[in-house]
């Protein structure tokens, strides 16, 4: 069986297509916020002129376009796992449901001939002491694809991941700003050396690295919208007791999810409200990204 497998909506249609990430929808946001989050992505993307392509793992299948049924078997099953690289061996030969990481659909979404994606925040170098570094950045850094976002995760390490980042060869580029974004909060105060403001220059970008023969994902960072942004101070405040929260228990995998739940409540939903806010935003701008790279 050739892997992957492509859904109808996918298969089907002629470029630009615009990958999305499913982890989102098994792990980083709670029923319903993610079906509804996961369904209006995929508009906004058809919207702005592009196809969809939601990337999961179902019954060990990796399918490239997931249907809404399918979308709905990872928002709302029980026994779904978080797929990352390093897990797609085992999620095909044990039959598993998957929600695919940043790292997982980077590898999907380019044997596909997919080259572009959207997703929310990336995963980084963690904080604290240890050697604790997520397969999303190692996946950046060989794979060609565009991948939009908004920064790292705000409980990451930011400085350590903009340095691990740059010493690997990928370009980061502020879309609209000239700082790498917090995610929550759209200024860190770590400044990038390249600023773009529309899709066009994304595409040429990418066009010169494909010519140049380099293999990094380029790395378009999006700032959320102002009326969205959640203060540093209060994203600080709130992560400090998830930190403490999760300090003696949870480990590994778990940590993320954890941590985002925590400050969602610690936050009062303000965190949750901006982290759908900024994934749809980061849709729309691949979208438009999408379709400039057919003519770049």
């Known amino acids: 069986m050739a892997y992957p497998l492509f859904g109808d909506e996918a298969k089907d249609a002629l470029k630009p297509l615009v990958a999305l990430e499913s982890a989102l929808i098994s792990h980083g946001l709670p029923y319903p916020k993610n079906l509804e989050t996961a369904q209006a992505m995929e508009e906004i993307v058809r919207e702005g002129g592009a196809t969809p392509v939601t990337i999961g793992i179902i019954g060990g299948r ?21 797929v990352s690289l390093r897990d797609l061996p085992a999620a095909v030969a044990r039959g598993w449901d998957g929600g695919t990481t940043v790292s997982a659909t980077l590898y999907l979404a380019h044997k596909a001939g997919i080259r572009v994606l959207a997703t929310g925040g990336i995963g980084g170098v963690h904080r604290g002491k240890g050697w604790d570094l997520s397969a999303d950045l190692l996946a950046l850094a060989q794979t060609p694809l565009v991948v939009i976002c908004s920064g790292a995760k705000a409980i990451l390490d930011l400085p350590a991941t903009l340095e691990w980042l740059e010493t690997s060869g990928v370009p980061i580029i502020g879309y609209g700003t000239g700082e790498f974004p917090a995610f929550y909060s759209r200024s860190s105060g770590l400044p990038l050396e390249q600023r773009v403001d529309t899709p ?4 040429e970008m990418a066009r010169a690295r494909d010519e140049l023969g380099l293999s990094t994902a380029i790395l378009v960072t999006v700032p959320l919208p102002e009326e969205d942004e959640v203060p540093s101070t209060l994203v600080e405040e709130a992560l400090a007791k998830a930190l403490e929260m999760a300090a003696e228990s949870v480990r590994g995998a778990a940590l993320t999810p954890f941590l985002l739940a925590r400050m969602n409540e610690l936050t009062r939903g303000a965190t949750l409200r901006a982290n759908i806010a900024l994934l749809k935003n980061n849709a729309r701008v691949a979208a438009g990204v999408a379709q400039a790279l057919i003519t770049a």
Do not use: C
């Open 62 to 82: 990796p399918k490239v376009g997931l249907s809404r049924g399918e979308v709905e078997r990872l928002g709302r099953g029980s026994g779904v796992r978080k």
């Open 200 to 203: 066009q220059e994304v595409a």
